[in-house]
């Protein structure tokens, strides 16, 4: 992992993997979207509505992912004195609070017809928006300093406090007893989800995980260089 | 190394004495706290309306999150004076490890506004009307959670320390971290009130304080080395 802690080193290694992640990305998405919304079968009980499923439940689990991403990034910026760690962790942030939005979101849309309201106050729900609140938290923290080094570490250190807060998120249809259903797809003993519902289920969370390393490479990217820039721009005011 | 402290508990003692010392000087902020917690909950009652059902149903919700309001609302002096003074460079060069001293001045926060809130808050149910049997539930609860409440703050203070507009910025990033608090803060006084047992409630918020007592001074700690740097 350290090899890649040098920029140079680091934006040839992105700068040959975005077009995969975009290939795989626009793929998964496109078949995805297709068997979610035309092939795969309506719900017996809840009937058309279940399609939100696929852009709700991969949208949920990107959300926790780039939380965890955004975490371990921030950890090895501390650490290890990475720079590149905190570009990474700079660039997860936005892309993961735009996740949590689009989990929450659907969730409502799905929550109306199913559950009868947009909004609950239960554990996993409740847990999500917190989860939200710290993306906003760390945005903020982290362009709330004049020396910018400066914030992205106070941030940093907030977004490992907040680690503990994705566990709960994990664990919180299991501790309380909610309204949102339990895991269905991630356990022990198997999912158990129907494969024409499981196949499209797993192309989108494919196509998410894939669409958030292309917007992060697309984003590291323009950050260094913009970095590259103002460098140039104070080199030319002092000669 | 240094040779070692012949009273390994003065340091702290002393920390926790000057901090107590300036607080109660600067005497109109512990009180503007206090102030602030009653106005907070007395606009309820003119928002909601006087219906004393209505009032006895919410009142342990508005008062903890009054709590929670005036907790926030006083930390951002928690080490705002140091900050500016110069003395947090000193406390970070000392040989006592900042976890301890992030440990003594949260007590010392704790011991100037935590303290009377709980001594005030009964007096508050009187005014919403809460039911007698409500009243050693949340004493306890606010006992156990506004401890909690002034160690999370700490690490919020300690991270938006020379921050712009970091009055906001620490509302933001405070308030969430507190909910959990919140959370179990008000079901035990709710079970309290219906009469059921409210002993799991009080044993989350017993563990949320002995996290926080874990935890929090580590984050504390390397926030506000950074802010010295």
Known sequence: ?239 | MSAPDPSPGSPLGALIARDIRLALRQGADSMMVIVFFVLVVVLFPLGVGPEPAILGRIAAGVIWVAALLAAMLSMDRLFQTDHEDGSLELLVLSPLPLELQFLAKATAHWLTTGLPLIIVAPLLGLLLNMAPAGYPVMLLALALGTPSLSLIGGVGAALSLGARRSGVLLSLLVLPLFIPVLIFGVSAVDAGLTGSAAKAQLLILGGLLLGAVALAPWAAAAALRQAAE
């Open chain 1, 1 to 239: 992992m350290h090899r890649f802690a040098n920029p140079t080193r680091f934006l040839k290694l992105i700068s040959a993997l975005q077009p995969w992640a975009m290939g795989i990305s626009v793929l998964c998405l496109a078949t995805g979207l297709y068997f979610a919304l035309i092939v795969s079968p309506a719900d017996y009980q809840q009937s058309e509505t279940v399609r939100i499923m696929y852009v709700h439940v991969p949208a949920s689990w990107m959300a926790m992912f780039c939380y965890s991403a955004l975490a371990g990034a921030s950890a090895a910026g501390l650490i290890w004195r990475h720079l590149t760690a905190f570009v990474v962790a700079r660039a997860t942030a936005p892309i993961g609070a735009a996740f949590t939005f689009l989990a929450l979101a659907t969730g409502s849309l799905w929550g109306k017809p199913m559950w009868g309201t947009w909004w609950v106050w239960d554990a996993r729900l409740t847990s999500v928006l917190i989860l939200l609140f710290l993306y906003l938290g760390f945005i903020a923290l982290e362009g709330a300093f004049d020396d910018r080094s400066r914030g992205m570490r106070a941030a940093a250190i907030l977004a490992i406090v907040g680690a503990v807060n994705v566990p709960i998120i994990k664990y919180s249809v299991d501790w309380w007893n909610t309204l949102h259903q339990p895991a269905s797809v991630v356990k022990l003993d198997g999912p158990a989800i129907q494969s024409s519902m499981l196949t499209p289920l797993l192309l989108m969370a494919v196509g998410y995980t894939a669409f958030y390393f292309w917007v992060m490479f697309v984003r590291v990217r323009a950050e260094f260089n913009d970095a590259r820039i103002q460098a140039l721009r104070l080199r030319h005011s002092q000669a």
